[in-house]
């Protein structure tokens, strides 16, 4: 397995490490591109801020949250509204965000005065909200503020509120990891065990690293609920913060992405003894095996057969349908760190795709461990992508669709490389049985769109066709087809542009106790 | 006194209007051909700014970060900024530009980046890069002081201190449109063409509504060159809009070069369409056609369809970069509306003495408010709490919610409006832009009269 040295970054020898072919008949004893190491600087690089990992990513989706940033309004102002966490409260979270504004005077005499002041006028403002978070940013950590004195003081003149102190600031680390593992380790140690849960079920679980994104954790709490789980919390997506507090309670931590949270997982086993099972929630088959892990887990088994038969019946033909019509299509999976494995092996097998490479940017090595093994040969892994980099290989591997973010997305399009966001979704969730379809479905509509196929034709050189006065996908995606798929009567997708309200009505059968609860749990 | 400018009265940030200066700067720097920024601090500078401006455009653009960690902020990171130039120079060869953009952190650790450029330019320059053309310059844009919009005045002024020279006579007018949207810089250039009129446009950001090609090669990239940049100090007149977003560079090129200025107002709506035609005849000698003379009957016949059948009266609140808002207030003016409340900018304690802002001091004549160093919450609470009443929001995206949850109507105006398509390919400014305006606020009226069926039927016989 060869490392990759791109033609664009010969000049800079210390990037050949970062990328690798694998090759036929290779494992990862062959090479591993090196990861999570010091962006270098002027790669234009994809990487974030440590500050964005905390705040951003897993902080934010707490719902019933005031999330204060102390600093300059920037850092608020920039992370607001470029996500798609969503909520069952109104989206508090998506909506409102809080910046203590540090100017010139506080970075001369101190912020902290400043930062009281924010902490009152907020919870005066929202008189309903009585937690918040406060995430500490490069300016305030260079003029060394000491936040958590000030969130003590307050919440011992406010004994109703409760205030989580996050000390992340942006340089903390070579990109938004560093983040991720600070707010992780700075929970535990300062709000798990402070609240004393109901214990409802014989199966309480935590549910670890899932953030909610167009709903993904309300349909994975619909088979939690379906099987008689009692999910104590979820970190952190559409989750209260108090319910993240009895966290201690919990009997399995069932952890999605473990790029972002294992390292919570790892302690609350350390601390209370609590296991960890890794679940993936994407693909009929790893979610299947993941409903089947906690069934066996607790005994209970026939419940997660029960939900996977009922589910496959309902969508695997759908997806299937896609499936026929994406065999061999070329996909770059380019996602920010745990994707790359969730989805490689599983959008391979289940869609028929080829996953020509994968990169990570915030990923340390053992996500490329997971995702260079859930590749197929020929695959080039990329770690901390950048610019130049990126075009290169989508010059090289003429990718028929690529998975990345928002703004990357844009260089594709230009490329004319049709587009897909990894992180929020085009339309998500992609979660779930049917969730898994909704991700088919938009990659099938991204590679068959009608449009896609006009922009490779120039009029002023080409002789082109003009006898048509429209195109579908199905003329496209089926030209090739056997007669016997051509006459499939399925069309698709048949679920709703939103499945989420429907899940938030939803009521669930009371399951017998096994054990009778203790009178003082 | 009926309208009152007064500063925000609580101390901290509930939703922000505006972002910090380097996104200002950023804004800037990618108008200019062969030029990519490096911002000196965290990534998150960076990688954010990039991500808010592509949802905008709906484009992608390069700036480099020096990607500052933790070894960097405790002992110094001009070590980073070496690397970064050699490293971007080396992959980039095209790269004529170089502004380093200073943040937050690397201002409060005292990073000498003026210093450094000399020392790289002494030596990286001259030894590495000796037969090419590279100009690197420092912007200095804490993000404790001011906000983006002052971020954007100071980068356009650096800039041009950089590169201004006297030469020989251009003839040309030099003009700074601010921070406005491709759209506008079209409507602008159009104006200057059919007065006949030669001008250096700074920012050409035009061309940022950029095609996908057959063969995949199209690339997004602003269009003012370094010659473009060279030649505002030999123009015969600089005209700066928009006062905040360019009147610092106009300042300097009076001071410096001795080159008159026109700074304001903003061209938004047919008065002050007519004010910027005037002056720039002025300064030209050329007579306004009759061309814009039709042109702006189209526009008054538009305008004259929907004002004072429909917006009459209509109370309104606008907020987003100060001269945006102002000049859409004063707009709405003409148009007979009611602006009750302007959310203006920053904390710039200038505002006050605005003219325009006297003006409607002294001439409004029912209760009106002007917040300084506003955020969304100066809206919402009023909303929510104070029995603030509206028919229309003018302003970004950022403050869709406020639209959305308190069922008014809102027309995206400004910077950034990624949640509606295209706005960036609209003017603003100019007849054309006058024309949008009144027809989309007036839409936007429309469709809220059927999405709460109210008096619907009055459009059957409009």
């Not at chain 1, 494992?27 to 790669?43: E, Q």
């Not at chain 2, 020989?168 to 921070?179: E, R, V």
């Not at chain 2, 061309?207 to 995949?216: E, K, T």
């Given at each position: 397995?060869?490392?990759?040295?791109?033609?664009?970054?010969?000049?800079?020898?210390?990037?050949?490490?970062?990328?690798?072919?694998?090759?036929?008949?290779?494992?990862?004893?062959?090479?591993?591109?090196?990861?999570?190491?010091?962006?270098?600087?002027?790669?234009?690089?994809?990487?974030?801020?440590?500050?964005?990992?905390?705040?951003?990513?897993?902080?934010?989706?707490?719902k019933d949250v005031i999330h204060l940033s102390h600093g300059p309004v920037g850092c608020t102002y920039d992370t607001w509204q470029t996500k798609r966490y969503i909520s069952d409260n109104n989206n508090f979270q998506l909506k409102y965000t809080f910046a203590s504004d540090v100017k010139e005077k506080h970075i001369v005499f101190g912020a902290e005065k400043l930062l009281k002041q924010n902490i009152l006028e907020a919870f005066d403002a929202f008189p309903d909200i009585k937690r918040m978070t406060i995430y500490q940013t490069c300016a305030t950590a260079l003029i060394g503020d000491d936040m958590s004195a000030i969130a003590e003081e307050v919440m011992a003149e406010r004994p109703e509120v409760d205030i989580f102190v996050c000390n992340s600031p942006g340089f903390g680390g070579p990109s938004q990891s560093g983040g991720h593992h600070k707010i992780n380790i700075a929970w535990l140690n300062q709000k798990v065990g402070t609240v004393e849960p109901d214990i409802t079920s014989d199966y309480v679980i935590n549910y670890v690293g899932e953030y909610n994104i167009q709903g993904d954790q309300e349909v994975m709490l619909d088979f939690f609920r379906r099987m008689g789980i009692q999910v104590l919390s979820t970190f952190t997506g559409n989750s209260t913060y108090d319910s993240l507090r009895s966290m201690h309670r919990a009997h399995l931590n069932v952890l999605e992405c473990a790029r972002s949270a294992e390292y919570l997982c790892d302690e609350l086993r350390v601390r209370y003894g609590i296991p960890r099972l890794d679940i993936d929630g994407f693909g009929h088959k790893a979610l299947g095996d993941s409903?089947?892990?906690?069934?066996?887990?607790?005994?209970?088994?026939?419940?997660?057969?029960?939900?996977?038969?009922?589910?496959?019946?309902?969508?695997?033909?759908?997806?299937d349908w896609y499936k026929e019509r994406l065999q061999g299509k070329k996909v770059c999976l380019w996602p920010g760190g745990s994707k790359l494995w969730h989805w490689a092996h599983a959008i391979q097998e289940e869609m028929g795709v080829k996953v020509v490479s994968v990169y990570t940017k915030f990923g340390h090595q053992g996500d490329m461990e997971k995702g260079v093994s859930r590749c197929g040969e020929g695959a080039l892994a990329i770690d901390d992508p950048n610019e130049l980099e990126n075009q290169e290989a989508m010059l090289t591997l003429k990718p028929d669709v690529i998975f990345t973010g928002k703004r990357p997305g844009e260089v594709a399009k230009k490329m004319r490389v049709p587009y897909l966001n990894a992180h929020a979704y085009h339309n998500g969730p992609y979660k779930g049985f049917e969730g898994w379809v909704r991700f088919a479905r938009d990659i099938y509509n991204a590679v068959y769109s009608p449009m896609h196929q006009l922009s490779a034709i120039d009029i002023s050189k080409d002789d082109y066709e003009t006898g048509k006065g429209f195109v579908t996908r199905r003329m496209l995606s089926d030209a090739g087809l056997p007669e016997e798929a051509k006459a499939s009567p399925l069309t698709g997708y048949t679920g709703k542009f939103d499945p989420i309200p429907d899940l938030r009505q939803k009521t669930y059968p009371a399951f017998e106790r096994r054990v009778a609860p203790a009178v003082a749990e | 006194m009926n309208c009152e400018v007064k500063v925000k009265d609580r101390i901290g940030t509930i939703n922000p209007i505006f972002t910090c200066q380097p996104a200002g700067a950023q804004y800037a720097s990618i108008g200019i051909k062969d030029c990519i920024g490096i911002v000196h601090g965290g990534q998150g500078c960076v990688m954010f700014v990039r991500l808010l401006i592509s949802q905008h455009l709906k484009e992608s653009f390069e700036i480099a970060s020096s990607s500052v960690h933790e070894d960097g902020a405790v002992f110094g990171a001009l070590d980073r900024v070496e690397t970064a130039v050699e490293v971007l120079l080396s992959r980039y060869p095209h790269v004529k530009v170089v502004p380093i953009i200073s943040t937050c952190s690397t201002?409060?650790?005292?990073?000498?980046?003026?210093?450094?450029?000399?020392?790289?330019?002494?030596?990286?320059?001259?030894?590495?890069?000796?037969?090419?053309?590279?100009?690197?310059?420092?912007?200095?844009?804490?993000?404790?002081?001011?906000?983006?919009?002052?971020?954007?005045?100071?980068?356009?002024?650096?800039?041009?201190?950089?590169?201004?020279?006297?030469?020989?006579?251009?003839?040309?007018?030099?003009?700074?449109?601010?921070?406005?949207?491709?759209?506008?810089?079209?409507e602008l250039k159009h104006l200057?063409?059919?007065?006949?009129?030669?001008?250096?446009?700074?920012?050409?950001?035009?061309?940022?509504?950029?095609?996908?090609?057959?063969?995949?090669?199209?690339?997004?990239?602003?269009?003012?060159?370094?010659?473009?940049?060279?030649?505002?100090?030999?123009?015969?007149?600089?005209?700066?809009?928009?006062?905040?977003?360019?009147?610092?560079?106009?300042?300097?090129?009076?001071?410096?070069?001795?080159?008159?200025?026109?700074?304001?107002?903003?061209?938004?709506?047919?008065?002050?369409?007519?004010?910027?035609?005037?002056?720039?005849?002025?300064?030209?000698?050329?007579?306004?056609?009759?061309?814009?003379?039709?042109?702006?009957?189209i526009a008054i016949d538009a305008i004259t369809d929907v004002a004072h059948m429909f917006l009459a009266d209509k109370k309104v609140a606008i907020y987003g970069n100060p001269d945006l808002a102002i000049g859409l207030a004063e707009f709405c003016l003409d148009l007979e509306m009611k602006p009750q409340l302007l959310l203006l900018g920053d904390d710039n304690a200038s505002y006050v003495n605005d003219p325009r802002i006297k003006a409607l001091q002294d001439n409004v004549d029912y209760p009106m408010e002007i917040v300084?160093?506003?955020?969304?919450?100066?809206?919402?609470?009023?909303?929510?709490?104070?029995?603030?009443?509206?028919?229309?929001?003018?302003?970004?995206?950022?403050?869709?919610?406020?639209?959305?949850?308190?069922?008014?109507?809102?027309?995206?105006?400004?910077?950034?409006?990624?949640?509606?398509?295209?706005?960036?390919?609209?003017?603003?400014?100019?007849?054309?832009?006058?024309?949008?305006?009144?027809?989309?606020?007036?839409?936007?009226?429309?469709?809220?009269?059927?999405?709460?069926?109210?008096?619907?039927?009055?459009?059957?016989?409009?």
């Open positions: 397995m060869p490392y990759h040295e791109f033609e664009v970054s010969k000049c800079i020898p210390e990037r050949k490490m970062h990328a690798v072919v694998k090759g036929p008949g290779e494992d990862l004893t062959h090479a591993l591109p090196k990861g999570y190491l010091n962006t270098i600087p002027g790669t234009i690089s994809e990487r974030g801020c440590a500050y964005c990992g905390a705040k951003h990513v897993i902080g934010t989706p707490m409903l089947r892990k906690i069934g066996l887990f607790f005994g209970i088994e026939d419940r997660a057969e029960a939900i996977i038969a009922e589910e496959t019946a309902r969508w695997k033909p759908e997806l | 201002e409060v650790i005292g990073d000498d980046i003026d210093g450094l450029i000399t020392k790289l330019e002494e030596g990286l320059l001259a030894e590495k890069f000796a037969d090419r053309e590279v100009h690197l310059l420092p912007i200095h844009t804490p993000s404790f002081v001011g906000s983006m919009v002052s971020g954007y005045d100071v980068a356009v002024r650096d800039f041009v201190k950089k590169f201004a020279k006297k030469g020989a006579p251009t003839g040309k007018i030099n003009l700074i449109t601010g921070w406005v949207n491709p759209g506008d810089v079209k200057l063409k059919e007065m006949d009129i030669d001008a250096t446009v700074l920012f050409e950001i035009e061309s940022f509504d950029s095609p996908i090609m057959p063969d995949g090669k199209a690339v997004s990239h602003g269009s003012t060159t370094i010659e473009d940049l060279q030649a505002t100090g030999s123009a015969i007149h600089t005209f700066a809009p928009n006062r905040y977003e360019g009147g610092k560079a106009a300042q300097l090129l009076e001071k410096k070069f001795k080159i008159p200025s026109t700074v304001g107002p903003t061209p938004i709506g047919i008065r002050n369409t007519d004010a910027l035609l005037k002056k720039l005849s002025q300064v030209t000698g050329k007579p306004i056609p009759v061309s814009l003379v039709r042109e702006r009957g300084t160093n506003a955020d969304f919450w100066d809206l919402e609470d009023r909303l929510k709490n104070k029995g603030l009443e509206l028919d229309l929001i003018l302003g970004h995206s950022k403050g869709r919610f406020i639209s959305i949850d308190y069922n008014i109507p809102m027309v995206r105006v400004g910077f950034p409006t990624y949640d509606r398509a295209g706005m960036f390919r609209n003017p603003v400014v100019g007849y054309g832009g006058a024309t949008w305006l009144a027809e989309q606020m007036a839409n936007a009226l429309f469709n809220d009269m059927e999405v709460k069926k109210n008096k619907e039927w009055l459009l059957n016989v409009w």
